[in-house]
T-cell receptor, first 114, second 117 residues
Framework: NAGVMQNPRHLVRRRGQEARLRCSPMKGHSHVYWYRQLPEEGLKFMVYLQKENIIDESGMPKERFSAEFPKEGPSILRIQQVVRGDSAAYFC????????????FGEGSRLTVL | AQKVTQAQTEISVVEKEDVTLDCVYE???????LFWYKQPPSGELVFLIRRNSFDEQNEISGRYSWNFQKSTSSFNFTITASQVVDSAVYFCALSEVPIQGAQKLVFGQGTRLTINP
């Protein structure tokens, strides 16, 4: 009974490198959300995807950040040319196609930019 | 715009005391959902409760209880007879009724609760 799986749990990158965070939704879930939690802050919505479609990316920074949810495989949050301000916990959540009212969150991926 | 305010940044109590975490929200929607999540030191987010705006009945689950008051836009969370394992950061969140399945939660800043033995 696997929940939302995120990897890596911890990632360290130097400034200018790329970070890729992966999220496998719960079985049967076709909707994926990414949230970012900056240190000592609450979570903030970044992007909402369905299979092969970005539905709402209103919370994504305009540059360097991208997300995808391919037909096969996990959802990927990609951060290019990372900066120190990208250091945060990135949470993925999934929900089934039919709205049930609950978002199931993964354990988060903690990115540290040196 | 939607907003959630958790005015208490940190709370520290002694074990077995009751503690209430405050949550005040703002929304223009007439239908919306309110949530509480727990984030223990291990970092994951644990769902505690969801309440829709039409249901103002208070809810009790074991030592946890929630008081939803639409008139004051508050959704407070009380832990009775607190235990050390309750130590965590607690987040209150709000979402509009999803359109096309999109459920975007707006989170408060969180309240760090420490239960001392």
């Amino acid at each position: 009974n696997a929940g939302v799986m995120q990897n890596p749990r911890h990632l360290v990158r130097r400034r200018g490198q790329e970070a890729r965070l992966r999220c496998s939704p719960m079985k049967g879930h076709s909707h994926v959300y990414w949230y970012r939690q900056l240190p000592e802050e609450g979570l903030k919505f970044m992007v909402y995807l369905q299979k092969e479609n970005i539905i709402d990316e209103s919370g994504m920074p305009k540059e360097r950040f991208s997300a995808e949810f391919p037909k096969e495989g996990p959802s990927i949050l990609r951060i290019q040319q990372v900066v120190r301000g990208d250091s945060a916990a990135y949470f993925c959540a999934s929900s089934p196609k039919t709205y049930t009212g609950e978002l199931f969150f993964g354990e988060g991926s903690r990115l540290t930019v040196l | 715009a939607q907003k959630v305010t958790q005015a208490q940044t940190e709370i520290s109590v002694v074990e077995k005391e009751d503690v209430t975490l405050d949550c005040v929200y703002e929304t223009r929607d007439t239908t919306y959902y309110l949530f509480w999540y727990k984030q223990p030191p291990s970092g994951e987010l644990v769902f505690l409760i969801r309440r829709n705006s039409f249901d103002e009945q208070n809810e009790i689950s074991g030592r946890y209880s929630w008081n939803f008051q639409k008139s004051t836009s508050s959704f407070n969370f009380t832990i009775t007879a607190s235990q050390v394992v309750d130590s965590a950061v607690y987040f209150c969140a709000l979402s509009e009724v999803p359109i096309q399945g999109a459920q975007k939660l707006v989170f408060g800043q969180g309240t760090r609760l420490t239960i001392n033995p």
